[in-house]
């Protein structure tokens, strides 16, 4: 159960089934290039790819390994959206705008199909996406997001499940109905983000692992990154860190919270086990604040994630605690062997919408996608390269979402934000 043991990876079952590609050499010295990213995570990658590919010269600095944050570790599901709810979207941007959201959204993911084909990314890509209701006020929600999506945003994908069809699919008493996304899907997210880095590298960029950004300084025009070991002077700089970017960009850091989820991976079950619990193959989350959410895998078996905790990572518990939650959805499981367990650290922002930016004119941010990375992250790197470019209007949709800092300050925001989140418990039980 050593996954990912000795390949600077975490112990996943990702990294276990993922033939990892040797260590890359850290930065050293002085070196130039135009384009500095940091962070090589799917933002990081699919920015450099998208640069490299215009002709930039490009040098993405990672501090651990390629994918070993989020990217190379989460529930690898490939979901249309943002984590806020799209009618309080609207009333914070307008209605233009939210809708400009969606849409790019929904290109993420069109984006995201159509680089696993043009770059033969190996990672056991499965179309469909369920969202199912536990609650009654959820199932009604999901039908009146249903109707909105098919005749206010002219979406066509999703279709709703109810309990009796639901039941020959997913075979729990937990669920009252689902809505179903055929646009969506789930995959291997390690091998997804290492074949999108092959592809930057095939372009032309260079990468370094093992290179942890400690601050960036200015001399003139240029930029200066600087490393443990080394210095990279360029024109353009993108921090695409996300929630391990930590304090090295302070005014980041005040406006972003990192989050624990959870995940496990049982035993193979067999084929015909493991299709009788899903028997469409779709991933699937539910309604919930807290939110549990599992697939299949390739190899039969069930992976379950959930227990988000708010004061970060603490590996202790996860199979146990997780388990359990497994088996509030299929009791069917009882007896079942936890085979890998492990977390991942998810950046939030306050108001769940993603954070774009610029810190200076030529310094670019992107974080804060709440859950709803896997997809959006590759776009997100897209519209930076298009804005280095010269085309910013997409950027800038997103880039005008007012954001605030986390209330609480450094020390007080994580058991202030725990406090708060009880009551949203609270409404999960109701």
Known sequence: MAAGHGSGHVESYYGATTALPPALPPLEGAARTDVCVVGAGLAG??????????????????????????????????????????????????????????????????????????????????????????????????????????????????????????????????????????????????????????????????????SAVQGFSTQGERLLVHTAHGTLECAQLLFAGNAWLGA???????????????????????????????????????????????????????LFGGRVNYSGVDLRGIAPATSARMLQVFPQLAGTRIEYAWGCLLD?????????????????????????????AGLAGELVAEAIAGTAERFDVFARIPHREFSGGLLLRRPTLALAMLWYRLRDWL
């Open 45 to 210: 990658c699919s920015a450099a790819r998208s640069l490299a590919a215009r002709g930039y010269g490009v040098t993405v600095l990672e501090a651990r390994r390629i994918g070993w944050g989020a990217s190379g570790r989460s529930g690898g599901q490939i979901i249309a959206g943002l984590a806020i709810e799209q009618d309080r979207l609207e009333r914070i941007v307008g209605a233009p705008d939210a809708r400009a959201l969606w849409e790019l959204s929904v290109e993420a993911v069109r984006r995201l199909r159509a680089r696993i084909g043009e770059h033969a990314i190996d990672c056991d890509w499965v179309d469909g996406f369920m969202q199912a209701a536990i609650r009654p006020r959820h199932w009604r929600g999901l039908q009146r997001w249903h109707e909105e999506l098919a005749g206010r945003y002219g979406y066509e994908g999703t279709s709703l499940i109810g309990r009796e069809a639901l039941r020959a699919l997913l075979p729990s008493k937990r669920y009252l109905g689902a809505l179903h996304d055929r646009n969506g899907g789930h995959l291997h997210p390690l091998r997804y983000t290492l074949g999108l880095a092959t592809a930057a590298r095939a372009a032309g960029a260079s990468f370094h692992e093992d």
């Open 248 to 302: 090295t960009v302070p005014a980041l850091q005040r406006r972003l919270l990192s989050v624990a989820s959870y995940i496990i991976a049982t035993e193979p079950l067999g084929a015909q086990r493991a299709q009788a619990l899903i028997a469409n193959n779709a991933a699937v989350a539910d309604t919930n604040w807290v939110l549990d959410y599992f697939r299949r895998s390739a190899d039969h078996r069930l």
């Open 348 to 376: 939030i922002t306050r108001n769940r919408a993603p954070d774009f930016g610029r810190l200076a004119s030529n310094v670019y941010y992107v974080q804060g996608f709440s859950g709803h990375g896997m997809a959006l």
